[in-house]
């Protein structure tokens, strides 16, 4: 079945310890996405791929990398994991939105669980 | 910009009994509507959605969705809940031409036994 991949799904660091968190796709989606979830909140938008073109969102904080060496992984770097980081980390996929075909729905990973100590 | 509005925190509901999540949403012009489950420690899993067509929408697992244009809402319903229908549930939108998605807060489902 074509599904959204993270690895690994419990991730334990130490403060200020780099850490990275994978994501791959059988879906051959153009757009792939990391968000941050804390407790139950709604998920929050880091940054997307649209293809290779990377966008950051303003509120996004320089802690957090993110690459994308080809279409089917992506990678999200926290460079110094601090206390306030610890969350789930959710990776999603989509076609392009509005062109002819797309399915202009998301689909998520199962997430990855970051403990920061 | 583009926001959800989902009004409740927790929405109780006894086995059997009909479930209805709100949901109201605000957008320049036509909205993508889309409503998400998660089970604890699990990704969001995709419901339903409505792009355009039929103002009901079904979906999985005995879900449909109503899209009103005039009360700006886009409410989840289920006949008949089910236990395992308790999770957290989200509903999102999106502006035509935009990838991101906004989402509302979430409500959680308690179905009774």
């Known amino acids: 079945d074509a599904m959204v991949i993270q690895n690994p799904r419990y991730q334990v660091t130490q403060f200020g310890k780099p850490v990275t968190l994978s994501c791959s796709q059988t879906l051959n989606h153009n757009v792939m996405y990391w968000y941050q979830q804390k407790s139950s909140q709604a998920p929050k938008l880091l940054f997307h791929y649209y293809d290779k073109d990377f966008n950051n969102e303003a509120d996004t904080p320089d802690n957090f990398q993110s690459r994308r060496p080809n279409t089917s992984f992506c990678f999200l770097d926290i460079r110094s994991p601090g206390l306030g980081d610890a969350a789930m980390y959710l990776c999603?996929?989509?076609?392009?939105?509005?062109?002819?075909?797309?399915?202009?729905?998301?689909?998520f990973g199962p997430g990855t669980r970051l403990t920061v100590l | 910009a583009q926001s959800v509005a989902q009004p409740e925190d927790q929405v109780n509901v006894a086995e059997g009994n009909p479930l209805t999540v709100k949901c109201t949403y605000s957008v320049s012009g036509n909205p993508y509507l889309f409503w998400y489950v998660q089970y604890p420690n699990r990704g969001l899993q995709f419901l339903l959605k409505y792009i355009t067509g039929d103002n009901l929408v079904k979906g999985s697992y005995g879900f449909e969705a109503e899209f009103n244009k005039s009360q700006t809402s886009f409410h989840l319903k289920k006949p008949s809940a089910l236990v395992s229908d308790s999770a957290l549930y989200f509903c999102?939108?999106?502006?035509?031409?935009?990838?991101?998605?906004?989402f509302g807060k979430g409500n959680q489902v308690v179905v009774i036994p």
């Open positions: 999603a996929t989509s076609r392009v939105p509005g062109l002819a075909g797309s399915t202009d729905t998301q689909y």
């Open positions: 999102a939108v999106r502006e035509y031409g935009n990838n991101r998605l906004a």
